[in-house]
């Protein structure tokens, strides 16, 4: 059996290279992530090989990280990007009652709020004098909500700034979107992108299957209808983000099933721009509570889970998103050796993974950022959502140059 990995192993998992670790691995395990560090193709892996690298302990797991940062360098470089970007999440109340969700309130809770269109607009004009490039809008879905009110949380923002990009609206939104109006799905969401839609959050993932789902909300929209949503959408040129949730009450098979998944998706559509996986907090969560979950994912867990994503992923979805509002600075560091190329968003005003107990903050400024990604040994660059233009514009002390440029791998 392969021994445990103490935790001071798994922080100096950087420090090694391929040729060292690569004699301490067990055969199949080496065979597997060769075949993709030559290939630079997950698509080369059997199920099983996916299989094997999920449940990857003691040697094979630092093969696994260390394969994944070398994957990550030959696809995408040394450059870390972050995109500077403005959360609003309207409303807090909603009926859907996930139980990990510890951001939504009953309507008749004393700490709801609603914002007006006149103060979504604000938000907006405000986060564009701040230099931000995208605002992202989700919010909890209130029951009664007049049927074209997403369409005009569209038009209020592209009102204020034409140019702003927006990033808006899960799966769940959308399917509720056409419930409200009694529209076709296609022509709902074509109405929302001739409306200013942009891009869509591929959130309301979670794990993509429903036994787990009916666990984590039984009233959420079903795998089918999350899959339904984010292909049409790509077919109509919305492109969108794709995520897992992980280290709730899931197995590392479900991953490797959701990653597969994603990969069909991706070698049909073409339409995401990059995966997100997203650690459970637990802390003030009913699921966690109620004695459902584990209490979030372990530090072996989070690596595994990115390095896996980088391995899996190779060639179809090369953009890596560590999501820093749920890890401490040093864990989203070392998730950047594990394969991750992406810092996510400044986003100012974070509430849904504070509330669930997150302590990394609201807000992290580009300077942060930029600190942050140095301090890793890597090259900070801002971009926009779809990853089609990147910013350099290093750290003052280590300024060399500032160019912008399209990458290859957008
Ligand atoms: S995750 Fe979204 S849909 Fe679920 S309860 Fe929270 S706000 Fe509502």
Known sequence: MARTLAPSELENFPSLDWSAIAPRLTPDCRAALEKVLT?????????????????????????????????????????????????????????????????????????????????????????????????????????????????????AVKNAVPQMHIHAFSPMEIVY??????????????????????????????????????????????????????????????????????????TPTHWVNQLLLLREIQNETGGFTEFVPLGFVHSNTILFHQGLSRSGPSLAEHLKVHALSRVMLAGSINNLQVSWVKLNRKLSQLCLHA??????????????????????????????????ILEAGRIPAERNTTYTRIHLKLHPEEFVAEETFEPEFA
């Open 39 to 155: 290939s630079l193709d997950g698509s080369f892996l059997s199920r099983e090989q996916c299989e094997q690298l999920a449940y990857a302990e003691g040697d094979d797991l630092l093969g696994l990280l260390v394969a994944a940062n070398a994957l990550r360098a030959e696809l995408v470089g040394n450059i870390v990007t972050y995109v500077v970007n403005r959360n609003i999440n309207f409303t807090n109340i909603c009926f859907v009652g996930c139980k990990f969700c510890a951001f939504s309130r009953g309507p008749r809770e004393s700490d709801t709020y609603f914002l007006s269109f006149d103060q979504i607009a604000e938000k907006t004009r405000e986060a564009w004098a701040l230099g931000s490039t995208e605002v992202c809008i989700q919010g909890g879905l209130p029951r009664d909500l007049p049927p074209f009110y997403y369409r005009d949380v569209l038009r």
């Open 177 to 250: 979107g056409v419930e409200l109006t009694g529209m076709p799905l296609p022509d709902y969401l074509a109405m929302l992108r001739d409306n200013g839609l942009d891009t869509l959050p591929g959130t309301a993932a979670e794990i993509l299957d429903d036994d787990v789902r009916f666990v984590l909300s039984r009233n959420k929209l079903s795998t089918e209808q999350w899959k339904e949503v984010v292909r049409t959408a790509h077919r109509l040129g919305i492109r969108s983000t794709s995520t897992m949730m992980y280290g709730h009450l899931e």
């Open 339 to 372: 394969g991750a190329n992406d810092y996510g968003g400044t986003l100012m005003e974070e509430n849904i993974s504070r509330e669930a107990g997150a302590t990394a903050g609201q807000y992290t400024s580009p300077d942060d950022f930029q600190a942050l």
